[in-house]
């Protein structure tokens, strides 16, 4: 898992892996989300890479102090940030696939698949997520909170992005699971690496879903009591 993996930089028995990890999240910075935080700044201080790709800016500017002093916000792309003029957005496009293309040419070519992507790849709005991915470099770790940034990171995947994928279920995500069925989830457990549950509830509807009994893994929300 990647905690696992991130613990290993630092057992004095000389073997360190270092490794790009991009969290995919709904919003960030969010005060309400310091798990995910949290989670970002232990990996940083142990040494590793980490980007976060989001789905939206928050409204409300009072960050933790620790957003500044960790750099995170010139580490953070915003994955729906595109030209709203259609006939801009396409030129832009254009402009980044001669620019790009050479870095994941099978990915820029994927994400502009119309006839299995339909809306999502004729409005660009995939082919500006891959231009985003493509500029952080490779990645050796997709973690993805909530599931529906997990089926995001799992169309990352689908498109030809080499990165594991680790998606953490937190509760909204179960629920809506639950009322649509768990075949929005169908591509994530396709091609998902690991799926970590912070309780039985979730773990059981996981299950129930269709998940990979042997890519789940019990991964409680830790509190730090000081």
């Keep these: 898992t990647l905690v696992n993996l991130s613990s290993l930089s630092d057992t004095g028995q ?11 999240v709904d919003a960030f910075p969010a005060l309400s989300e310091t798990f995910i935080l949290n989670q970002i700044i232990g990996l940083i201080d142990q040494g590793h890479d980490v980007f976060i790709l989001a789905g939206s800016r928050p409204e ?13 916000l010139e580490k953070t792309l915003y994955h729906n940030d595109k030209p709203s003029h259609k006939g801009t957005r396409i030129f832009q496009a254009l402009m980044l696939l001669l620019i790009n293309s050479h870095k ?5 070519w994927r994400s502009l698949n119309f006839f299995k992507y339909g809306r999502e790849a004729l409005s660009l ?17 997709i973690q993805a909170h909530f599931g529906p940034n997990g089926d995001l990171g799992a169309l990352f995947k689908e498109l030809g992005m080499n990165a594991k994928l680790v998606t953490m279920f937190h509760g909204y995500d179960i629920r809506k699971g639950v009322a649509q069925g ?3 989830y169908k591509r994530l457990f396709q091609w998902g690496d690991c799926l970590l549950s912070i309780s039985d509830y979730n773990k059981k509807n996981l299950l129930d879903f269709g998940a990979n009994p042997q890519s789940l893994i019990d991964h409680p929300v830790g509190i730090d009591l000081t």
């Design 125 to 141: 709005n995939l082919f500006y997520k891959v231009v985003l991915l493509a500029n952080i470099g490779d990645v050796d770790v």
């Design 182 to 184: 768990g075949e929005i």
């Design 14 to 24: 000389g073997f360190c892996i270092h490794m790009r990890i991009v969290f995919i």
């Design 60 to 72: 409300d500017r009072d960050f933790h102090p620790v957003i500044h002093q960790y750099g995170l």
């Design 104 to 108: 994941n040419p099978k990915m820029f």
